[in-house]
């Protein structure tokens, strides 16, 4: 079949993210909204994994299109649970669905909800991956969104393309992966009006309420009249923060290691600016900082605190409160309340948020 230059270009981008060998016998879920970013990861993996079942002439791993309802938008939810029923069917793969309590949620509570939806059915079908849609312009408005709203440098890394599920012990051996991070919006749809494969339109993403759609709508469209490249240019610089973050790691792994006294309650070795932070070797003190704030954002995120509300000068006054600066008694934002003694500082969640789901 000669397929159109905009999907072999997809499909190819889809390898070099993510290779078939890699999960071709281990089970994927794919989360499909019934946008074309996720209709064109279900199509694009589906092929993938025919493709190399033939080559190999073995039986195809498990692919399993999924669906959440959020029943937001009356009928046309309903008619996106149909599109996407309809989609797995005609490509002969398993489809899952859940719907939703049809109540307005702020947007974390929601994608809590579809996560928690996702992670059932991988646990469901022995999947050991979730596959997600996420685009290449997904990610540069993320990150232009976060810088707007404050962020420090691993906000910068953008959306990570494989990561656990969740921090829930649960989840932590379910991975998302995202193979279409590298892939520009256009080209999806072009690739997919190419195929003759329909999508669905969702219309809150039109709508410039959202200072996120905002950002997608209006600030990038004008940036690109003075900059034309500027998606791709946001994008390398994406990609160098991400080379940062990976170097970071064994650092940020040896912080923890040496500073976290206990991890329930989380308490944490008061810091001694004169003394370099970091493992015992040259580094500026501010780079001892940059550590210090990407290991406490991996201790909220191990414990399913929100980070949201954490800016680069959220961080900056944690690590305050970690050098013996300020109030010794303090509440930060998601309700984490902070006391410093003499030798620690002690940080507790005052409350969890629960959710809860309806099956249909
Ligand atoms: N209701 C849903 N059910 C299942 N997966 C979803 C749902 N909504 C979003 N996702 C997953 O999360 C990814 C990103 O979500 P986002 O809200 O940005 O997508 P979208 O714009 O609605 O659709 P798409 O990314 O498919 O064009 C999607 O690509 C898809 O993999």
């Known amino acids: 079949m000669n397929k159109s230059p ?19 016998d281990v089970g994927v879920v794919v989360a499909c909204s019934g946008g074309a970013d ?8 589906g092929e993938r994994i025919a493709d190399s079942a033939t080559r190999l002439g073995e039986p195809q791993g498990v692919l399993v299109v999924a669906h959440f309802n959020h029943r937001l938008r009356g009928a046309e939810s309903e008619a996106d649970v149909s599109f996407v029923r309809q989609l797995a069917n005609d490509l002969g793969l398993r489809f899952e669905s859940e719907a939703g309590t049809g109540e307005q949620e702020d ?8 996560r928690q939806f996702l992670g059932d059915v991988a646990r469901r079908h022995g999947a050991r991956y979730v596959a997600m849609g996420h685009s290449l312009d997904d990610n540069v408005e993320t990150v232009l969104h976060r810088l707007l709203r404050g962020t420090g440098p691993a906000g910068l890394t953008g959306i990570s393309p494989f990561r ?44 410039t309420r959202y200072r996120r759609n905002w950002v997608r709508h209006e600030l990038i469209p004008r940036l690109q009249t003075e900059f034309p490249d500027a998606v791709e ?7 160098g923060q991400r080379q940062w973050a990976e170097a970071m790691e064994s650092r940020v792994q040896s912080w923890i290691e040496s500073n976290v006294i206990s991890q329930q309650p989380l308490r944490i070795q008061r810091l001694d600016r004169s003394v370099s932070a970091a493992s015992g070797d040259s580094a500026s003190a501010t780079s001892d900082q940059a550590i210090v704030v990407e290991s406490l954002r991996r201790c909220w995120y191990q414990r399913g605190w929100p980070l949201q509300p954490f ?11 970690l050098c013996g600066e300020g ?27 629960s959710t809860t789901l309806r099956p249909t």
Do not use: K, M
């Open 311 to 321: 800016g680069q000068r959220q961080w900056n006054s944690v690590f305050q409160i």
């Open 233 to 239: 240019a946001i994008d390398r610089a994406i990609s």
């Open 107 to 114: 947007e974390q509570s929601a994608r809590d909800d579809r």
């Open 6 to 24: 905009a999907w072999s270009e997809t499909l190819r981008a889809i390898e070099a993210a993510w290779p078939v060998d890699r999960y071709r």
């Open 164 to 207: 656990s599920l969740s921090h829930r012990p649960e989840d932590r051996d379910l991975v998302v992966a995202r193979p279409l991070l590298a892939v520009r919006r256009q080209q999806i749809r072009q690739a997919l009006h190419q195929l003759g494969q329909d999508w669905r339109e969702d219309r809150t993403n039109t709508s």
């Open 327 to 353: 109030p010794a008694t303090i509440t930060l934002p998601g309700a984490i309340e902070v006391r410093r003694d003499q030798q620690a500082v002690c940080f507790l969640r005052r409350q969890a948020r």
């Open 38 to 45: 996720s209709v064109a990861l279900v199509r694009g993996l």
